[in-house]
């Protein structure tokens, strides 16, 4: 099955400062590529997503870059702002399947 | 759009009861809904997948007689909880896709809001 690690697991910004999420991924088949924030005590909210067609997305202060070689891809937040304190997860899948696979999560503070 | 809600957000049972949550899509019709558990600081573990109309797929090492899944309907499923014991003790989130997400080349997966389960 799909192997999913995140790197690192915690991450500690002072606010201002650029936060960079990387996920490795076992399955060359994965062709779906979303990143899930979970604040505590919520479900996971997709924050954004790309597809194995594209290298790279922006939306506003995220972005996400996608390495199909290497089989990796990050998140990338700029300007962090205290409210992007949460865990946030990957989910890479092969759209031939239903279910996602988690990653371990990283742990992201934002200091003020 | 796209909300998933859960019911209810928080229970405490007694060991050895048995506890229903239940999972719907409000705005959208999902034909598969996914059962996930979350211990504290860890990952979402998928604990099964749940098709309209037949029976749930669970994953490896989840014990079906024990996680009842029930997907009734094009807007509902449930998890029923049998026997509780404090181990079953987690957070269970539930998450759904719309049934015309294929079609439409849609991938994303729409997350409820999680139901944090004590058993004493």
């Known amino acids: 099955g799909e192997n999913v690690e995140q790197h690192p697991s915690t991450l500690s910004v002072q606010e201002g400062d650029s936060a960079v999420i990387k996920c490795t991924y076992s399955?060359?088949?994965?062709?779906?590529f979303p990143w899930y924030k979970q604040e505590l005590g919520k479900g996971p909210q997709l924050i954004i997503d790309i597809r194995s067609n594209v290298g790279e997305k922006k939306d506003q202060r995220i972005a996400v870059t996608l390495n199909k070689t290497a089989k990796h891809f990050s998140l990338h937040i700029t300007e962090t702002q205290p409210e992007d304190s949460a865990v946030y997860f990957c989910a890479p899948k092969n759209t031939g399947f239903q279910k996602l696979v988690f990653g371990t999560g990283t742990r992201l503070l934002v200091s003020p | 759009g796209a909300v998933v809600s859960q019911h209810p957000s928080r229970v405490i049972c007694k060991s050895g009861t048995s506890v229903k949550i239940e999972c719907r899509s409000l705005d959208f019709q999902a034909t598969t809904m996914f059962w996930y558990r979350q211990f504290p600081k860890q990952s979402l573990m998928l604990m099964a997948t749940?098709?309209?109309?037949?029976?749930?797929?669970?994953e490896q090492g989840v014990e079906k007689d024990k996680f009842l899944i029930n997907h009734a309907s094009l807007t509902l499923s449930t998890l029923t909880v049998t026997s509780a014991h404090p181990e079953d003790s987690s957070f269970y989130i539930c998450?759904?896709?719309?049934?015309?997400?294929?079609?439409?080349?849609?991938?994303?997966?729409?997350f409820g809001p999680g139901t944090r389960l004590t058993v004493t």
């Open positions: 998450s759904a896709r719309d049934s015309l997400a294929g079609v439409r080349g849609l991938y994303e997966q729409y």
């Open positions: 399955d060359s088949a994965s062709n779906y």
């Open positions: 749940s098709n309209e109309g037949s029976k749930a797929t669970y």
